[in-house]
């Protein structure tokens, strides 16, 4: 079975730009969770979706978005982009909504380079 | 809200020898617990949980880990470490209320020598 899948692996952009990251869960998930992880940290919760709701926001500005399609893929959106916004962005995926009795699968993330 | 600490920020260890990292969780209830474990260039990868019952939780490659309520204490062991234990570990933290993030701790690199 495929993991959680994200494209892209690497990118870089500009500041002020806008970014998309996508993800593609486990099959049989309907939870996908996004965090954000810069150098040096742990990752930090950004949105949480569950059968295309929203279910948790992190603490994150208005800047950053996220949505779940039908298929439980998911965009994140990242606008007027800022150098700090350079990190790994990471997707995880679970059966349920999380962390209640379920584990989430993290996919391989994508390197941000905001510049 | 919950918090992780991760006292150690890098260990070093040789190769044979055992391994202890160290997590702090703050927390008003039994929380969920889980350590992970991220290779360089890679995601996280689940070591082991805990969500309830037997206090001593065994997971993968080897690892275990032991909740004590009464030090807010989730740490992770392992008797021989190999070379391709060297990663850094992370420490996370869910609640049992309507609250459905993972809450982690900064990390502990550990690096192992031959």
């Known amino acids: 079975d495929a993991g959680v899948t994200q494209s892209p692996t690497h990118l870089i952009k500009t500041r002020g730009q806008h970014v998309t990251l996508r993800c593609s869960p486990i099959?049989?998930?309907?939870?996908v969770s996004w965090y954000q992880q810069v150098l040096g940290q742990g990752p930090q919760f950004i949105f949480q979706?569950?059968?295309?709701?929203?279910?948790g926001r992190g603490n994150f500005p208005d800047r950053f978005s996220a949505r779940q399609f039908p298929n439980y893929s998911s965009e994140l959106n990242v606008n007027a982009l800022l150098l700090g916004d350079s990190a790994l962005y990471l997707c995880a995926s679970s059966k349920d909504t999380p962390p209640v009795n379920t584990e989430a699968f993290f996919g391989q993330g994508t390197r941000l380079t905001v510049v | 809200a919950q918090s992780v600490t991760q006292p150690d920020i890098h260990i070093t260890v040789s190769e044979g020898a055992s391994l202890e990292l160290r997590c702090n969780y703050s927390?008003?209830?039994?929380?969920?617990l889980f350590w992970y474990v991220q290779s360089p260039g890679q995601g996280l990868q689940l070591l082991l949980k805990y969500f309830s019952g037997d206090t001593l939780v065994q997971g993968i490659k080897g690892f275990e880990a032991e909740f004590k309520r009464s030090q807010s204490s989730f740490n992770l062991r392992k008797p021989s470490v190999h070379w391709s234990d060297a990663a850094e570990y992370f420490c996370a933290v869910g609640t049992r209320s309507n609250d459905y993030k993972l809450s982690f701790g900064a990390g502990t690199t550990v690096t192992v020598r031959a």
């Open positions: 979706y569950y059968e295309k709701e929203e279910r």
């Open positions: 927390y008003g209830a039994t929380p969920y």
């Open positions: 099959s049989g998930h309907k939870s």
